[in-house]
């Protein structure tokens, strides 16, 4: 009976979340990447290259960083529901906005705008999960709603490459079409946030008393037994563990967002239309849902995170090194070792969100996931930075992907650093 109970709250809870979570994430990332596809003709059109482009494409993360502890300090105080609402709403609107870039400085103020739109969702979101979720089930959903918000890497690409198609169309270029197109859908999503989303437990009627009692008791359980569950936002993220937790996302990051936004421009050096380059960024998108879903349920399953956390790490920068050796040799070896990475960095990402969330305690978990995530995305302005700076001293996208391969191996070996640093709870306990 017991386990019946758990089972059907549980999937309640995912039911009633993870869809418009994950579709969030979806649009979320769909309108952070988007622009590397309209940078196939948006480049030319703007006057930019490879290095103004990483520049603008970067400047989201300026923003992004900067307002991240503001955010997540004022969703403590209006609660998730509304908040993710505003900044859905908010977002679409930046992202739309875009389409009004004529240069080089028009451009980098569109990104800047849209990363401080963006920045209080996804450590909002990390926290959410910590509210609903126990540690036995907030691997799966956090695999579930990043494979979901992963799915944005399938349809970017198509859906971006053929409004591309659509240039001259009311006198609006292509690229234009490309951010007015896919920033509309954020502000629907923002409509149904009010009514699907609630702050705790205790508002969710559709429960049933049973549920929600359970629920609520295990969540106050774990919050209890944190290790950090009386320290304090300012010295949980100057703790030795945290800082390097931060390094190992900031050093990954550097793969995400190295790849994320030349994957277009490198497939484009090997002669591809601008439709056959975007359907083909599906294939590493497919591989990174597989990675996640994958190594998430893994972990979960085996209450193992160190392992499943390093071993993906390995086999994403393994794979960056592999399709910096193919560019210019052939595009089916690149593609696969894009893919390759792709699924191991993206398998990666929901098992790290394990380690922070089991060392913080309630007081310190919004802060310090803001502040991991927020110099983490640092690599989302420097890793286009140095891509792009890179690819114009050598002349190819070779060298920045060694380098970007390199990184993400360091971030691997630096795991299990910080778990000998302060014991963190990584195995999951078995009910009784």
């Known amino acids: ?28 990332v769909l309108d952070r990447f988007n622009v590397s596809i309209a940078a196939l003709t948006m480049n030319k059109a703007l006057g930019l290259s ?9 400047a989201f993360f300026w923003s992004y960083v900067l307002f991240q502890m503001p955010a997540n300090a004022a969703l403590s105080r209006v609660g998730a529901r509304r908040w ?8 679409g609107l930046c992202s739309a906005g875009t389409a009004l870039a004529t240069g080089v400085v028009t451009f980098v103020i569109a990104r800047f705008l849209l990363g401080m739109a963006e920045a209080g969702f996804f450590p909002g979101i990390a926290y959410f999960m910590t509210c609903w979720f126990p540690s036995r089930w907030r691997g799966r959903a956090m695999g579930v709603f990043f494979a979901i918000g992963a799915s944005a890497g399938i349809v970017v690409g198509p859906i971006s490459a053929n409004l591309l198609r659509l240039d001259g169309w009311f006198g609006i270029a292509g690229w234009q079409w490309v951010f007015l197109v896919e920033g509309l859908p954020t502000l629907a999503l923002a ?28 969540l106050q359980t774990e919050r209890d037994a944190a290790i950090g569950r009386h320290l ?8 030795p563990q945290l800082v390097i937790l931060t390094a190992i996302q900031l050093l990954t990051g550097f793969g995400v967002y190295g790849k994320g936004f030349f994957l277009p421009l490198i497939l ?22 597989a990675g996640m879903i994958l190594f998430s349920q893994s972990s979960d399953r085996t209450g193992e995170r160190v392992w499943h956390l390093v071993v993906p790490l ?17 595009a089916p070896l690149a593609i696969a070792a894009f893919a390759l990475a792709a699924f191991g960095i993206s398998g990666s990402l929901p098992v790290f969100w394990n380690l922070p969330t089991a060392f913080l305690g309630v007081s310190a978990a919004a802060g310090g ?12 302005y420097a890793a286009p930075q140095l891509v792009g700076l890179l690819h114009d001293v050598s002349g190819s996208y070779r060298m920045p992907m060694f380098v970007m391969g390199m990184m993400v191996i360091v971030a691997g070996v630096l795991v299990p650093m910080a778990t000998r640093l302060r014991p963190v709870p990584t195995a999951i306990a078995q009910e009784a």
């Open 50 to 58: 490879a290095t103004t482009y990483g520049l603008g494409a970067g």
């Open 191 to 218: 409509a149904m946030c009010p009514f699907v989303l609630r702050d705790s437990p205790s508002d969710a009627a559709w429960l049933t008393a049973t549920e929600r009692g359970w629920l609520e008791a295990k």
């Open 268 to 289: 484009k050096t090997f002669g591809f239309t601008n439709v056959a380059v975007g359907y083909l960024t599906s294939v590493p998108a497919l591989a990174g849902i």
């Open 1 to 28: 009976m017991a386990l019946a109970l758990k089972a059907s709250t549980m999937r309640k809870v995912a039911w009633r979340f993870l869809p418009l979570l994950g579709f969030c994430y979806c649009i979320n």
């Open 314 to 330: 390995l086999i994403g920068g393994f794979g960056l090194l592999l399709a910096g050796a193919a560019i210019g040799t052939g």
């Open 232 to 239: 304090p936002t300012a010295r949980a993220i100057i703790s």
């Open 84 to 91: 993710i609402t505003l900044i859905a709403a908010a977002w």
């Open 369 to 380: 996931i803001a502040f991991i995530n927020s110099v983490g995305n640092i690599s989302g």
